[in-house]
C-alpha cells in the first residue's frame, strides 16, 4: 500500500515540532547541567578552603607561638590525598606550604596580595586540563589565606557526555515520532476518509441522499454539513433544470410541429402558387418563433450563470419605444393585432440597451401572442415619483392566482412562455421593478426603472403621441421581480 502523502505531510510537520521543541529543551538542559556542575565544583573548593583554614587554626593554637610556616605544613600533612591542589599564603602573600599534584601547584601564583573576600577564577592551561582557582582569607591571627585548585576535567565530562548522549538520542526520538505520528495521522484522518467514501457512493441522479453529520460542532461536522447543504442545493437545480428543459421543450415542440404539419401537407399533394406560399409564411412564422425562443434560452443560460452585463449606456426609452414597435410592425399584422402609442416621455435610465430593447420586445410579442384582437396593444412611457414607467397593455382575461405567484417568485417559464422570465431577470439587472395590473379587462404589463441623471427629472415630461391611457400606469410595484 502506497503511504498517505498527506499522512507523512502531518507527521513530518508534527516531528519537525516535537524535534524544535525537544532540541531546545535539550539546549536548556545542557546549558542548566553545565551550570549546577559549576556551582557543585565552586561548593566543594570552598567547602576545603574552610576545611583547611579550620586545620591550620587548629594546629596555630594547639602550640602557642607555633608560626605559621609550621602550623600550615603539619596541617596539610595530615590532609587526606585528593583530587584537589592547596597552598597556603602567609599575610604577606608569599606561599608557606604545598599540598597535592605538583602539576596543579605550579599553576598557582606565586604571590598573593591579602585577598579580603572570597574569589574564584578559572586558569587556562597550556597543557592538560583547565584549573578552577578559589582564594579564602583565613582569621586575622595568625593572618594568611588559602587557595584552593581542582580540576575542570570532571565538570566539562559529565556537560560532554550529556551532550552526546542527547545527540544520540534526537534522531531515535524523531524517528519515533515520525512513525507515532504517522499512526496517530491515519486515526486523526479516517474519518474524512469515511465521509470521502460516503460521497463517492452519492450517484448524480440520487442527490436527495445525505451523508451522516455525528459531531455537528467540529470541523469535520461542518464540513459534513456544508456538502448536505451543496447536495440540496445542487438537488433544488436539478429539479429547476428538468422542469425548465420540459417547459423549454413544449414551448419549441409546438412551432417546430408546425413545420413539420405544413411540409407534410405540401408532400401529400399538390397545392397552388397561393396555398404554397400561405404555406411557406407559417412555416416562416413558426420558425422565427422557435428562433426566438432558442434565443431566448441562450440568453436565460447566461442569466442562470450569473453572468452581468455592462450596465453603462445612457438609453432613451421614448426611442426604444419606437424602435421594437417598428420591428414587431410585421409580427402584430401577422397575428391580427394592432399596435399603438400611449404616453411617451422623453426619458433616459442607465443601463444596457440591447437588453432593454430584448425586454420590451418580449412585452410585445408577450402582448401579440396572447392579447385580445378586438384591443390594440398599447405601449406607453412616463414618469411617476420619480422613476419610469415602461409599460405594454392588451386585452385578456387576467392570469390565475397560481400563474401569477409562479411569475413572481419562480425562475423558471410558464405557460406564457420564457419572455416574462427574461423580462423580470432584465429588470433586475437595471434594479429596476417588474409588476402586472388587470383592470377593465386591460393586462398591463410593465418595469419601473431608475430615471438616469442624464435624462434630466422625471416630473418633466414632454409627451411626443397622444394623450395617457387610462391603463397606463401601474400600480406601485411590488418589490418582488
Given at each position: 500500500?502506497?503511504?498517505?502523502?498527506?499522512?507523512?505531510?502531518?507527521?513530518?510537520?508534527?516531528?519537525?515540532?516535537?524535534?524544535?521543541?525537544?532540541?531546545?529543551?535539550?539546549?536548556?538542559?545542557?546549558?542548566?547541567?553545565?551550570?549546577?556542575?559549576?556551582?557543585?565544583?565552586?561548593?566543594?573548593?570552598?567547602?576545603?578552603?574552610?576545611?583547611?583554614?579550620?586545620?591550620?587554626?587548629?594546629?596555630?593554637?594547639?602550640?602557642?607561638?607555633?608560626?605559621?610556616?609550621?602550623?600550615?605544613?603539619?596541617?596539610?600533612?595530615?590532609?587526606?590525598?585528593?583530587?584537589?591542589?592547596?597552598?597556603?599564603?602567609?599575610?604577606?602573600?608569599?606561599?608557606?606550604?604545598?599540598?597535592?599534584?605538583?602539576?596543579?601547584?605550579?599553576?598557582?601564583?606565586?604571590?598573593?596580595?591579602?585577598?579580603?573576600?572570597?574569589?574564584?577564577?578559572?586558569?587556562?592551561?597550556?597543557?592538560?586540563?583547565?584549573?578552577?582557582?578559589?582564594?579564602?582569607?583565613?582569621?586575622?591571627?595568625?593572618?594568611?589565606?588559602?587557595?584552593?585548585?581542582?580540576?575542570?576535567?570532571?565538570?566539562?565530562?559529565?556537560?560532554?557526555?550529556?551532550?552526546?548522549?542527547?545527540?544520540?538520542?534526537?534522531?531515535?526520538?524523531?524517528?519515533?515520532?515520525?512513525?507515532?505520528?504517522?499512526?496517530?495521522?491515519?486515526?486523526?484522518?479516517?474519518?474524512?476518509?469515511?465521509?470521502?467514501?460516503?460521497?463517492?457512493?452519492?450517484?448524480?441522479?440520487?442527490?436527495?441522499?445525505?451523508?451522516?453529520?455525528?459531531?455537528?460542532t467540529d470541523e469535520l461536522g461542518r464540513l459534513g454539513k456544508q456538502f448536505n447543504d451543496l447536495l440540496e442545493r445542487?438537488?433544488?437545480?436539478?429539479?429547476?433544470?428538468?422542469?425548465?428543459?420540459?417547459?423549454?421543450?413544449?414551448?419549441?415542440?409546438?412551432?417546430?410541429?408546425?413545420?413539420?404539419?405544413?411540409?407534410?401537407?405540401?408532400?401529400?399533394?399538390?397545392?397552388?402558387?397561393?396555398?404554397?406560399?400561405?404555406?411557406?409564411?407559417?412555416?416562416?412564422?413558426?420558425?422565427?418563433?422557435?428562433?426566438?425562443?432558442?434565443?431566448?434560452?441562450?440568453?436565460?443560460?447566461?442569466?442562470?450563470?450569473?453572468?452581468?452585463?455592462?450596465?453603462?449606456?445612457?438609453?432613451?426609452?421614448?426611442?426604444?419605444?419606437?424602435?421594437?414597435?417598428?420591428?414587431?410592425?410585421?409580427?402584430?399584422?401577422?397575428?391580427?393585432?394592432?399596435?399603438?402609442?400611449?404616453?411617451?416621455?422623453?426619458?433616459?435610465?442607465?443601463?444596457?440597451?440591447?437588453?432593454?430593447?430584448?425586454?420590451?420586445?418580449?412585452?410585445?410579442?408577450?402582448?401579440?401572442?396572447?392579447?385580445?384582437?378586438?384591443?390594440?396593444?398599447r405601449i406607453s412611457v412616463f414618469a411617476d415619483a420619480g422613476a419610469a414607467h415602461l409599460v405594454v397593455e392588451s386585452?385578456?382575461?387576467?392570469?390565475?392566482?397560481?400563474?401569477?405567484?409562479?411569475?413572481?417568485?419562480?425562475?423558471?417559464?410558464?405557460?406564457?412562455?420564457?419572455?416574462?422570465?427574461?423580462?423580470?431577470?432584465?429588470?433586475?439587472?437595471?434594479?429596476?421593478?417588474?409588476?402586472?395590473?388587470?383592470?377593465?379587462?386591460?393586462?398591463?404589463?410593465?418595469?419601473?426603472?431608475?430615471?438616469?441623471?442624464?435624462?434630466?427629472?422625471?416630473?418633466?415630461?414632454?409627451?411626443?403621441?397622444?394623450?395617457?391611457?387610462?391603463?397606463?400606469?401601474?400600480?406601485?410595484?411590488?418589490?418582488?421581480?
Open positions: 500500500m502506497q503511504p498517505s502523502r498527506l499522512r507523512l505531510r502531518l507527521a513530518g510537520s508534527f516531528a519537525l515540532a516535537f524535534l524544535g521543541g525537544l532540541g531546545a529543551l535539550n539546549v536548556a538542559l545542557v546549558i542548566y547541567l553545565g551550570r549546577q556542575s559549576e556551582l557543585r565544583l565552586s561548593r566543594e573548593a570552598r567547602s576545603i578552603g574552610a576545611d583547611v583554614i579550620e586545620a591550620v587554626v587548629r594546629e596555630a593554637q594547639d602550640t602557642r607561638d607555633r608560626p605559621l610556616t609550621s602550623a600550615a605544613p603539619a596541617a596539610l600533612r595530615e590532609w587526606p590525598a585528593g583530587p584537589e591542589a592547596i597552598v597556603v599564603y602567609d599575610s604577606a602573600g608569599t606561599p608557606v606550604a604545598r599540598f597535592g599534584d605538583s602539576a596543579l601547584t605550579k599553576l598557582a601564583p606565586n604571590g598573593l596580595p591579602p585577598p579580603t573576600s572570597l574569589e574564584s577564577r578559572t586558569l587556562r592551561a597550556e597543557e592538560g586540563p583547565d584549573v578552577q582557582l578559589m582564594t579564602m582569607p583565613g582569621p586575622d591571627k595568625p593572618r594568611f589565606a588559602v587557595s584552593i585548585l581542582l580540576p575542570r576535567e570532571p565538570v566539562r565530562g559529565e556537560t560532554k557526555a550529556l551532550a552526546g548522549w542527547l545527540a544520540v538520542s534526537t534522531p531515535l526520538v524523531l524517528l519515533l515520532s515520525l512513525i507515532g505520528g504517522y499512526h496517530l495521522a491515519r486515526r486523526s484522518l479516517a474519518p474524512i476518509g469515511a465521509l470521502g467514501e460516503a460521497i463517492g457512493r452519492i450517484a448524480p441522479e440520487a442527490l436527495d441522499q445525505r451523508v451522516t453529520v455525528q459531531h455537528p445542487l438537488e433544488q437545480a436539478q429539479a429547476q433544470n428538468r422542469q425548465f428543459l420540459r417547459r423549454a421543450a413544449h414551448q419549441i415542440r409546438t412551432p417546430l410541429t408546425l413545420v413539420l404539419g405544413e411540409a407534410d401537407l405540401s408532400l401529400e399533394r399538390p397545392r397552388t402558387h397561393v396555398e404554397q406560399r400561405q404555406a411557406l409564411t407559417r412555416i416562416r412564422l413558426a420558425a422565427e418563433q422557435m428562433k426566438r425562443r432558442v434565443d431566448e434560452l441562450l440568453l436565460l443560460a447566461h442569466a442562470e450563470a450569473g453572468d452581468r452585463p455592462p450596465m453603462d449606456e445612457a438609453v432613451e426609452l421614448d426611442g426604444l419605444v419606437f424602435e421594437c414597435a417598428d420591428l414587431m410592425r410585421g409580427r402584430a399584422q401577422a397575428l391580427h393585432r394592432h399596435l399603438e402609442f400611449g404616453r411617451l416621455d422623453a426619458l433616459t435610465v442607465r443601463g444596457s440597451a440591447s437588453l432593454l430593447r430584448e425586454a420590451l420586445l418580449e412585452l410585445i410579442e408577450n402582448a401579440c401572442r396572447y392579447g385580445s384582437e378586438s384591443v390594440p396593444i386585452g385578456g382575461p387576467p392570469p390565475s392566482p397560481a400563474t401569477s405567484e409562479l411569475d413572481r417568485n419562480s425562475r423558471l417559464p410558464n405557460q406564457h412562455g420564457l419572455g416574462l422570465v427574461i423580462v423580470r431577470w432584465i429588470v433586475g439587472q437595471h434594479a429596476g421593478q417588474f409588476a402586472h395590473s388587470h383592470e377593465a379587462g386591460i393586462n398591463a404589463y410593465g418595469a419601473r426603472l431608475p430615471v438616469s441623471r442624464d435624462g434630466g427629472e422625471a416630473e418633466s415630461p414632454a409627451s411626443r403621441a397622444g394623450p395617457p391611457s387610462a391603463h397606463g400606469r401601474l400600480p406601485v410595484l411590488s418589490a418582488r421581480r
